[in-house]
């Protein structure tokens, strides 16, 4: 066997464990995303008392609703949350 062979098999096996770790990743993504927009599905069913105990309100819902199909929506509704918390407490320092 030459070294050129040598390498280029070498490199060869390289590549397959990069791929399927890629790969894993790609469906562990997905797998995660499609449970959190089942589990967002869930609290269209709260009321508006238990969507305040957690920090959202009814439009919120609406608003995460909107974005597309592959994008995970506790994401977006984490950030909405975020502001909000934080725009209460510069509000509340600013009154201190």
């Known amino acids: 066997m030459k070294t050129f062979e040598h ?11 990069a791929f399927a770790a890629r790969a894993m990743n790609t469906l562990s ?14 609290l269209h069913e709260m009321t508006d008392w238990e969507l305040k105990d957690i920090g959202l309100v009814r439009s ?14 506790t994401i977006q509704l984490s950030s909405m949350v ?6 209460v407490q510069h509000i509340a320092r600013r009154g201190s």
């Open 60 to 73: 919120d819902l609406r608003c995460a609703s909107d974005i597309a199909f592959g994008v995970d929506p």
């Open 7 to 17: 390498a280029s098999q070498t490199m060869q096996l390289a590549v397959r464990p």
């Open 29 to 42: 993504r997905m797998f995660r995303v499609w449970q959190n927009r089942r589990d967002f599905s869930r």
């Open 82 to 87: 975020r502001d909000r918390v934080e725009a």
